[in-house]
């Protein structure tokens, strides 16, 4: 019966028409995606871009107070806050990228060798990452506490030195406690992506490699990580990009202190805006965050993406 | 001993040191939620105690505060998956099935999306929804989590729309099938799998979400762990309730992630490693 209706209907509709309808169609079907994304994403880009140009403080007016061109720009940048998160978001992006990965590609291999009960353990392994960052935030925060602590009182059983104030609460140690965080939940995350890759790795390969003696770690870096370069790409571009937006963690362990110590772009961001209310100067950093990060996923998309998608 | 042997026990060792560093600060945290309140921040660590479950009853029973949190979390990202379908399964498909200009640049744009600093729309939304008056809806969160879920869902969903041969589908074309009735009888079968694994962890992607909620919910919406947050600000912070709440915000992800098995590598790359 439906034989008969297809006929049918080729016989009455012209080729051309029928391949237009085929051209036509994979839009139909994205377009309400597109629409949606782009009624979210691109309204408040517009909003904050007239903003940035005006001074508004919510706590004066809830109209902006007038054009002042360039003034909330040159204010992000001179009074400074805006370079130090930059600086501190970056230093962490960068270095805990490169520890998550290492880190994760050591215990990938761990993972690969046969012991009873691996299984289980790979199984429980990823539980780190599948908790929301704002939770990991309350788990750190109760480990970190400077009296009963679980941490510093491992700190202080090693006889290791600490700061009076807590991690969390001395200038130097503040941003790195917070990323610490991070790399207990998304170390996890890189090796369980990696131990992937490495089943993709045929044995033979390495077996051949070993017998004409190469050592492990020749192997590991003409065999291996050339092997597993896709999600290895794939993680570190992830974590570094996860790691520059991170603000959940900031929020509930230091808010951005003590004073201005860890800081990062996102949590800056969200003082200026929703603590201090200055939505022009806020606006502005949005901005420049916005060409920040546009230019990192386009280098993304050129290097780490490109045979991925 | 051999050298193989005191090899294997190494091995076992890391394992076990594994095992301590990234599931103690879990169960550390249960423990929490369970323990005598005095004993919370005793060190050296109080590992035997009799467990006591008060806290769960004084944060889920008692004032009900954390069981509307935890009902509003529920409603929140599931509304936020049921929402994101209707979008995402069409341009999943399309993106699958077709080749078309500015496919790649497309994929391409939904992980830029995915990589966006949440922080920085959140400033805007919170001006439009007070505006508007949708703050502290259940609508203004589901909305915005959008900007999130359509891409990751899309992306995940293409790695299983592209796993169903397109010859299957090809064939019921030949033999007459119109495109609706092929969707209906053949591919939407197949993708069923695929479509409910996308779902659960596009729900666990919108119930770890807290950007959106801190600043879009108010007090009758806050979802769990925004809601958890308003303890910190309290005067003496009761830790055992606080280990509570958030034993509730953490076991229906992990317990996801464990019904996932082989499916957890391909969730947490959107779809772009199979695993």
């Known amino acids: 019966m439906a034989a008969v209706a297809y006929a049918d209907g080729a016989r009455t509709t012209p080729p051309s028409r029928e391949k237009r309808r085929r051209q036509r169609l994979p839009l139909i079907l994205i377009a309400p995606s597109i629409i949606l994304l782009t009624a979210l994403v691109a309204f408040p880009l517009v909003f904050s871009l007239r903003n940035s140009f005006c001074f508004w403080n919510l706590q004066m007016s809830p109209k902006p107070l007038g054009f002042i061109g360039l003034g909330n720009y040159r204010a992000a940048i001179e009074q400074s806050d805006f370079v130090e998160a930059l600086r501190h978001t970056l230093t962490i992006a960068v270095v805990g990228t490169a520890i998550e990965v290492a880190l994760g590609l050591a215990i990938a291999h761990l ?27 309350f788990l750190f925060r109760y480990m970190y506490d400077a009296q009963g602590g679980l941490i510093p009182w491992l700190i202080r059983t090693a006889h290791l030195p600490l700061p009076a104030q807590g991690l969390l609460g001395n200038e130097h140690t503040a941003l790195w406690a917070v990323l610490a965080a991070d790399i207990w939940q998304w170390t996890p995350f890189c090796a369980i992506v990696l ?50 937006n991170l603000f959940d963690l900031v929020l509930v362990l230091t808010r951005g202190g003590p004073g201005s110590a860890s800081r990062t772009l996102s949590y800056n961001l969200y003082q200026q805006g929703l603590v201090d209310f200055n939505i022009g100067l806020s606006s502005a950093s949005t901005w420049l965050i916005v060409i920040i990060v546009n230019v990192l996923i386009a280098l993304f998309a050129v290097f780490a993406f490109k045979d991925i998608v | 001993m051999s050298r193989g042997i005191v090899l294997k026990l190494w091995l076992y060792a890391a394992l076990l040191l594994l095992m301590v560093v990234f599931i103690g600060p879990i169960l550390w945290f249960f423990l ?36 509307r949190q935890l009902f509003n979390s529920l409603i929140v990202a599931g509304g936020a998956v049921l929402l994101n379908l209707p979008f995402s399964i069409p341009a999943a498909y399309a993106i699958s099935r077709f080749t078309f200009r500015g496919r790649k640049n497309l994929m391409l744009w939904y992980l830029g999306l995915l990589m966006a600093p949440p922080v920085a729309f959140l400033i805007p939304y919170f001006l439009v929804a007070t505006a508007v008056g949708l703050t502290g809806t259940y609508l203004a969160m589901v909305l915005v989590l959008q900007t999130i879920m359509v ?4 992306w995940l969903l293409k790695s299983f729309f592209d796993d169903i041969p397109a010859d299957l589908e090809a064939s019921a074309a030949l033999d007459g099938a119109r495109l609706h009735e092929i969707w209906w009888h053949i591919t939407l079968p197949l993708a069923t799998p695929g479509l409910i694994v996308t779902a659960m962890f596009a729900f666990v992607f919108a119930w770890n979400n807290a950007a959106f909620p801190l600043v879009l919910s108010d007090q009758d919406t806050a979802t769990l762990p925004i809601g958890t947050l308003g303890y910190f600000g309290s005067a003496g912070i009761t830790w055992n309730n606080i280990g509570a709440a958030a034993v509730a915000a953490m076991l229906p992800p992990m317990l996801i992630f464990l019904v996932m098995g082989r499916y957890v590598v391909r969730g947490l790359t959107f779809g772009s490693i199979k695993g």
């Open chain 2, 32 to 67: 929490l939620a369970i323990r005598p309140p005095e004993t919370a921040f005793q060190m050296p660590p109080v590992l035997f105690f009799r467990p006591e479950w008060n806290a769960f009853y004084e944060t889920f029973v008692n004032p009900g505060t954390n069981a």
């Open chain 1, 111 to 137: 993972l690969a060798v046969r012991l009873v009960g691996m299984n289980f353990c790979r199984a429980l392994l990823i539980m780190p990452t599948t908790i929301a960052p704002i939770v990991t935030g």
């Open chain 1, 195 to 244: 131990f992937a890759g490495l089943l993709s790795v045929p044995d033979e390969i390495v077996e051949a490699a070993r017998i004409d003696g190469a050592g492990g770690w020749t192997i590991l870096r003409r065999i291996t990580i050339p092997m597993i370069r896709k999600p290895m790409a794939f993680v570190a571009a992830l974590r570094l990009m996860q790691i520059f």
């Open chain 2, 151 to 154: 891409p990751f869902s899309v």
